[in-house]
């Protein structure tokens, strides 16, 4: 008990001062589910456009199929609004980045890593597509990973594709009716362009336990918690005494 003028004075000091971190802890933590509830608006949107897991080729088709290619460049600097906003928000909230996407085989990194691709194919490989847009996005995107990554301490190189993958995916890019360039040149530029950003975002995801890109779309995650139901006890069949050799 404060029972002297000094001690009654730190006693009314910490009661001040306590209000004032219980505020401020009550603050921070809505400022964290803000940033993170932004983060995953365009991460739950794209499924509509690339599916889940995201990928750069769906996308692309999905756009042409729905006559929607001029409407790129607008993807495009939705996300590099959205790369520099979660770069600002990871780098000063690291925690952050333990939040999950409570979403089927969706994660921010996989996302980012199919507009990134979806960018780089447009910048290197599709003729007759705006590139300015595109090329700003993939520096914005690629700066967003690198600085992440290297404030976490990870490293990570190679683009992580085979001339055989690109292959395929240039055939259903000419096939959803896009203008491409030259398929080697195409190959080339590309590997160089995923090669700033690839390697490190697989590092990310193994390193949060996340979802990581899928280049053709064809990586299977388990399912969230969230969104997983209890299944039922599997049922115990009768062995006949034919097979057991009799009753026992």
């Known amino acids: ?23 401020l802890v009550i603050t921070f933590v809505f400022s964290l589910f803000g940033s993170y509830q932004r983060r995953e608006v365009l991460v739950v949107t794209l499924s509509a456009r690339a599916k889940s897991p995201p990928a750069a080729v769906t996308l692309l088709e999905t756009y042409a199929r729905l006559d929607l290619v001029d409407e790129l460049p607008a993807l495009f600097k939705e996300w590099e609004h959205w790369s ?13 980045g333990y939040f999950r996407s409570s ?16 960018a780089a194919l447009v910048v290197t490989t599709i003729r007759e597509v705006p590139r300015g847009q595109a090329e700003i996005t993939l520096r914005v995107g690629a ?38 360039e030259e ?22 995801a193994a390193y949060w336990a996340t979802p990581a890109p899928s280049w053709v779309g064809v990586k299977a995650y388990g399912r969230p918690v969230l969104h997983m ?8 069949e009768v062995i006949s005494s034919a097979q057991e050799g009799g009753p026992t």
């Open 183 to 204: 398929r080697d040149a195409a190959w080339r530029r590309f590997e160089r362009a995923r090669g700033k950003y690839a390697g490190r975002l697989e590092t990310l």
């Open 229 to 236: 139901h209890p299944q039922p006890a599997p049922t115990t």
């Open 143 to 180: 700066h967003l990973v690198e600085d992440i990554s290297n404030f976490l301490g990870l490293a990570g190189d190679g683009s992580g594709v085979d001339v055989e993958a690109f292959s395929t995916v240039y055939e259903r890019l000419g096939a959803a009716g896009y203008a491409l």
């Open 103 to 118: 979403h089927d085989n969706s994660s921010w990194i996989s996302a980012v890593g199919a507009v990134l691709d979806a």
């Open 1 to 23: 008990m404060a029972n002297g003028a000094a001690s009654r004075l730190v006693a009314l000091f910490a009661a001040a001062t306590g209000l004032g971190v219980v505020a």
């Open 84 to 96: 520099a906003e979660v770069l600002d928000s990871h780098v000063a909230y690291p925690l952050l």
